[in-house]
């Protein structure tokens, strides 16, 4: 069963805005208090993109995608949102939505779901 579906993605030329959800299952959403967002390029390992503590509306942004991106969440929906600005050829990547109850779970990626494709073109 997915519990986790990604939508938003397409192709872009560079500088422009994309904005990704993720939308969870009610049980999902509640059992996790972390939820992420993960990219991973053709020949390239998946790489960490944000991370947010939906209980304790944290958020971690990791380096390359800082000051670029946003990530919020809408707990009425149970979603997740990544927006994107400025985007460069280099964010070219599927980007995943992942959950976990701890950071550690969530890094494990073993609940995610199914991606959406960014491409962006100079």
């Known amino acids: 069963q997915v519990q986790l579906a990604e939508s938003g993605g397409g192709s872009v030329q560079a500088g422009g805005s994309l904005r990704l959800s993720c939308a969870a299952s009610e049980y999902t959403y509640s059992s996790n208090d972390y939820m992420g967002w993960f990219r991973q390029a053709p020949g390239k390992d998946r790489e960490r993109v944000a991370v947010?503590?939906?209980?304790?509306?944290?958020?971690y942004y990791f380096n390359s995608v800082k000051g670029r991106f946003t990530i919020s969440q809408d707990n009425a929906k149970s979603t997740v949102y990544l927006q994107m600005n400025s985007l460069k050829p280099e964010d070219t990547a599927m980007y995943y939505c992942a959950a976990g109850p701890t950071l550690y779970e969530l890094y494990e990626f073993n609940s995610w779901g199914q991606g959406t494709q960014v491409t962006v073109s100079s």
């Open positions: 947010r503590n939906t209980r304790a509306g944290t958020t």
